[in-house]
């Protein structure tokens, strides 16, 4: 089993819906989690970071953590062409401040 | 968000020849820095851990004497890739942990590299 998992897509989703992407992780002790954005070609980006089970709302993104399932999820409103990129889950391990990673959801917004 | 810069952001060497890459926290300072590379349409791959004053920690399968890290200051780690072969060529990324609020990652926009 892999520490972090993500669905890796494509997503296609309809311009204006709602874009659901979600990552589950294996160390229960784990508590501070994050999603970047990464365009082709591009480096990632920090778009949320979510430390409490619940949900965390920044403008049109989302995050959700439970802890009890080991489940975070980000959900993108009113989804753009331009949010066409993939997501990538992050969970951070406190013994060498390294991320552990997924392997991305490429999401597609259709126009 | 907080800055990081990372330079050359491309650069084409010969084979045999060494590429230095520097990363740069613009307005916090990382005691701890990461560097990574890519490859098209590949997951990123950790290859070492800078910390700010000691030796870099690398990824298993990570040769320590190809890829020189040196983590001079708080807010500047370099990678230097010696006698570049054209396998090296891939997409290199920095990144930095801000401490506060919560070991935030940042990263650079990445030094694309081509070994001829």
């Known amino acids: 089993q892999k520490e972090v998992e993500q669905n890796s897509g494509p997503l296609s989703v309809p311009e204006g819906a709602i874009a659901s992407l979600n990552c589950t992780y294996s160390?229960?002790?784990?508590?501070?989690f994050f999603w970047y954005r990464q365009y082709s070609g591009k480096s990632p980006e920090l778009i949320m970071s979510?430390?409490s089970n619940g949900d965390k709302e920044d403008g049109r993104f989302t995050a959700q953590l439970n802890k009890a399932s080991q489940y975070v999820s980000l959900l993108i409103r009113d989804s753009q062409p331009s949010d066409s990129a993939t997501y990538l889950c992050?969970?951070?391990?406190?013994?060498?401040?390294?991320?552990?990673w997924g392997a991305g959801t490429k999401l597609i917004i259709k126009p | 968000g907080a800055v990081v810069s990372q330079h050359p952001s491309r650069v084409i060497c010969k084979s045999g020849t060494s590429v230095k890459i520097e990363c740069r926290s613009l307005?916090?300072?990382?005691?701890?820095m990461f560097w990574y590379r890519q490859f098209p349409k590949k997951s990123l791959m950790l290859m070492a851990t800078?910390?700010?004053?000691?030796?870099?920690?690398?990824e298993q399968g990570v040769e320590k004497d190809k890829f020189l890290i040196n983590h001079a200051s708080l807010t500047l780690s370099t990678l230097t890739v010696t006698s570049a072969h054209p396998e090296d060529s891939s997409f290199y990324i920095c990144?930095?942990?801000?401490?506060?609020?919560?070991?935030?990652?940042?990263f650079g926009p990445g030094t694309r590299l081509t070994v001829t």
């Open positions: 800078s910390n700010e004053g000691s030796k870099a920690t690398y």
């Open positions: 979510i430390y």
């Open positions: 307005d916090f300072q990382a005691t701890t």
């Open positions: 992050a969970v951070f391990r406190d013994s060498n401040y390294q991320l552990i």
């Open positions: 990144s930095a942990n801000r401490r506060e609020p919560n070991y935030e990652q940042y």
């Open positions: 160390d229960r002790g784990s508590q501070s």
